[in-house]
T-cell receptor
Framework: GAGVSQSPSNKVTEKGKDVELRCDPI?????LYWYRQRLGQGLEFLIY????????KSGLPSDRFSAERTGESVSTLTIQRTQQEDSAVYLC??????????????FGSGTRLTVV | GESVGLHLPTLSVQEGDNSIINCAYS??????FIWYKQESGKGPQFIID?????DKRQGQRVTVLLNKTVKHLSLQIAATQPGDSAVYFC???????????FGTGTSLTVIP
């Protein structure tokens, strides 16, 4: 597609429920990232996928968070047993690679998650 | 985690004036930096980047300056327009990893 697409754009869930967020990267982009942005704050790195390499999960805040990616396409971020502190905008970004300058991200518009 | 901070959380400028947004970063091993603009309800949008082997890079109405000695980055916007109102983030990428670390952001408001 022309840009990074995320769905849903908004999600309200009850505490304790599981949620799944989806990201469709730009076609041909081998790298895919998930970030979390709490209200009024910067972006917090969660997880990174690069091609068929093992993902970098170093930013996942707890074992309730997991993510999958099918090849170099769609990725899903799953949050189990959601807590109120999980409320945030979850941003997905993709890029051509990570080799150096010019490999900046293209971000999606994010999924705004509200846990009530 | 990394620490990328901004000197001013908010900035108001008159339309037509120049804007300067500052950023301090903590990792001397960072070799690539990007400025992003985020409008309300949207994801961050790439503005301009710079590698650590440069100290200045210019784009259309924007200039990024990098001072590695004091680990400082700035974004200059010439002839600021109302459409420039947004939150601006600097991001650094250490040469030891693949991800970027973002600062809190500076909210720029352009006064007509």
């Amino acid at each position: 597609g022309a840009g990074v697409s995320q769905s849903p754009s908004n999600k309200v869930t009850e505490k304790g429920k599981d949620v799944e967020l989806r990201c469709d990267p730009i076609s041909g982009h081998t790298a895919l990232y998930w970030y979390r942005q709490r209200l009024g704050q910067g972006l917090e790195f969660l997880i990174y996928f690069q091609g068929n390499s093992a993902p970098d999960k170093s930013g996942l805040p707890s074992d309730r968070f997991s993510a999958e990616r099918t090849g170099e396409s769609v990725s899903t971020l799953t949050i189990q047993r959601t807590q109120q502190e999980d409320s945030a905008v979850y941003l997905c970004a993709s890029s051509l690679g990570t080799g150096g300058a010019g490999y900046g991200y293209t971000f999606g518009s994010g999924t705004r998650l509200t846990v009530v | 985690g990394e620490s990328v901070g901004l000197h001013l959380p908010t900035l108001s400028v008159q339309e037509g004036d120049n804007s300067i947004i500052n950023c301090a970063y903590s990792n001397s091993a960072s070799d690539y930096f990007i400025w992003y603009k985020q409008e309300s309800g949207k994801g961050p949008q790439f503005i301009i980047d710079i590698r650590s082997n440069m100290d200045k890079r210019q784009g259309q109405r924007v200039t990024v300056l990098l001072n590695k000695t004091v680990k400082h980055l700035s974004l200059q916007i010439a002839a600021t327009q109302p459409g420039d109102s947004a939150v601006y983030f600097c991001a650094e990428r250490p040469n030891t990893g693949n991800q970027f670390y973002f600062g809190t952001g500076t909210s720029l408001t352009v006064i007509p």
